[in-house]
């Protein structure tokens, strides 16, 4: 279901995307389990770790303005040209602390 | 669901305020992660090796390694022709056995010089034996000699009683008061007197003479006792002795533990468990003493070396622990402890300048920004599969500093 919401998502309504969310949240704790290195090979080119968080982050962001632009709270968002960029840092951070901390 | 406008002006600030307040704070607490817990991804696995170089030179005959293999303190790797090195110590050992041989030699030359210097005192106590002989002749003689003069003094005293008498007596004969006869026999008297006196002087002579040849021999007894010294000596002289042979004794004693050296390390033995790298010949190679044939590196300890820029020195200590994961297991978590920590590297040449000798090299650019230096950090790595451990392998390392908030 969620695979489907993901490709569907702006036909997904907002408690599909909560529960997207959700679902990522035992991914997120098994990858916290796994105690990976931070670095990650991707053929033979090993990326450091935050800079994947990095990705995700903007990522994360942006879904996160495709979420509030579905509740049409995106324009009251203020100063959003901070706001996007720190949501960004947030997530990454967050997703870094949480899983290589 | 359709929220209210109050909602929705509510909700975007709420988010917008907390978002930036998330930002700071989880950027707060990753830098304090950053600082606190010191992590490096250039860092690699590594070991101390040695090149293993045999001690002597010539043509390996065996190798009983190959290239990548795990071998055992004290296992053969390699042997080298021992012909030469056998035959050097047969001849070390004969050389030995026939400085032997001449010290046996030597003590029997020796033996009969002493036995010479003891024919020579014997000669010395002869040549005394017969001074004392010669001072005794000499006394004997100086008796004679008082012995004679007693008799001269005797005989001139008779002589001028017989020749007083006779002149006493022969004045009287004129006048008849004595008879022809008793002149005659007073005459004779001293005629035989004065015989005698000149016989008692002839053996005073005698005796004179006697004694002059008494000293000459005591002389000649002295002067041949002085010459027994003197070949006593001589003879003590002339003994060898067997100082400069026993001297050579520790030289080939020595010729036969190096001979014996150099037999000994012909076979090459693994120092410690370890792992063969580098080994490109086979047999027939002609091995040079102390030049690497291949490497051996020592699998008993493993180290990561992690390069820390040196602002995050301060927060490593030797004995903090550390993790470590290796690229080629991303998911194995390995531990580690800090050694030590890097006490030099080479200065930058475009900041320092080259070292060289003559005037400094020192660069006329400088850059406004400059990049830290960095030190490598010895981490000992506590457990894992340490045989399998790869010199060089890519690692990442966090060091364990003072825990942090989160």
């Known amino acids: 279901m969620n695979h489907a919401c993901f490709h569907n998502l702006r036909r997904c309504t907002r408690w599909q995307s909560l529960q997207y969310f959700l679902g990522m949240l035992p991914f997120a704790a098994c990858l916290a389990g796994c105690d990976h290195a931070p670095e990650f090979n991707i053929v033979g080119s090993y990326f450091p770790a935050w800079l994947l968080c990095m990705a995700a982050g903007t990522a994360l962001s942006g879904l996160s303005y495709l979420g509030l632009k579905r509740l049409g709270v995106d324009r009251e968002i203020v100063a959003s040209i901070v706001v996007y960029p720190s949501l960004a840092l947030f997530y990454a951070c967050a997703l870094w602390l949480l899983l290589f901390r | 669901m359709e929220l209210t406008a109050e909602t929705r002006r509510r909700l975007g600030r709420g988010i917008s305020a907390a978002a930036v307040l998330g930002a700071t704070i989880t950027g707060l607490f990753a830098l304090q992660q950053m600082v606190e817990n010191p992590r490096t991804d250039d860092a690699e696995v590594f070991a101390n090796f040695i090149g293993m170089a045999p001690v002597v030179s010539g043509p390996v005959m065996k190798i009983t390694v190959a290239d990548n293999q795990y071998v055992k303190q004290g296992q053969m790797m390699l042997d080298i022709d021992e012909r030469p090195y056998a035959y050097a110590l047969g001849q070390a050992r004969s050389e030995q056995a026939a400085l032997e041989g001449s010290i046996v030699d030597e003590q029997r030359r020796i033996a009969s010089e002493s036995s010479a210097v003891s024919v020579a005192d014997a000669g010395v106590r002869s040549a005394e034996a017969a001074l004392a002989h010669a001072q005794a002749v000499v006394a004997q003689a100086r008796a004679a000699v008082v012995g ?17 008498n006779r002149d006493r007596l022969e004045p009287l004969l004129a006048k008849q008061f004595v008879t022809v006869d008793q002149v005659d026999r007073a005459r004779t008297v001293a005629a035989a007197r004065e015989q005698a006196l000149a016989e008692a002087r002839a053996q005073q002579t005698l005796a004179g003479a006697a004694l002059t040849s008494a000293l000459a021999a005591e002389a000649q007894a002295n002067a041949r006792l002085e010459q027994s010294h003197q070949q006593v000596q001589q003879a003590q002289h002339s003994v060898l002795t067997l100082e400069p042979l026993v001297a050579q004794r520790s030289g080939r004693l020595s010729a036969i533990q190096t001979a014996e050296y150099n037999l000994e390390n012909c076979r090459l033995y693994a120092p410690f ?11 027939g190679a002609y091995a040079h003493a102390g030049q690497e044939i291949f490497t051996l590196i020592d699998t008993r300890t493993w180290w990561v070396l992690a390069n820390f820029r040196e602002t995050q020195l301060r927060h490593i200590q030797p004995g903090m622990k550390a993790d470590i994961y290796l690229m080629s297991h991303p998911n194995l978590h390995l531990h580690g402890v800090v050694d030590s920590t890097g006490f030099g590297v080479t200065p930058d040449a475009d900041l320092l300048g080259r070292l060289t000798k003559g005037l400094p090299d020192v660069q006329r650019t400088l850059n406004w920004v400059r990049l830290a230096s960095r030190y490598p950090v010895r981490i000992r790595i506590l457990d894992g599969p340490q045989q399998n451990f790869r010199l060089g392998e890519s690692a990442v390392v966090v060091i364990d500093g003072h825990p942090g908030l989160l």
């Open chain 2, 273 to 283: 468990d370890g792992r063969v790298t580098n080994l490109t010949i086979s047999e």
């Open chain 2, 148 to 164: 004679a003069q007693a008799s001269v003094d005797r005989a001139r005293a008779e002589r001028d009683y017989a020749v007083h």
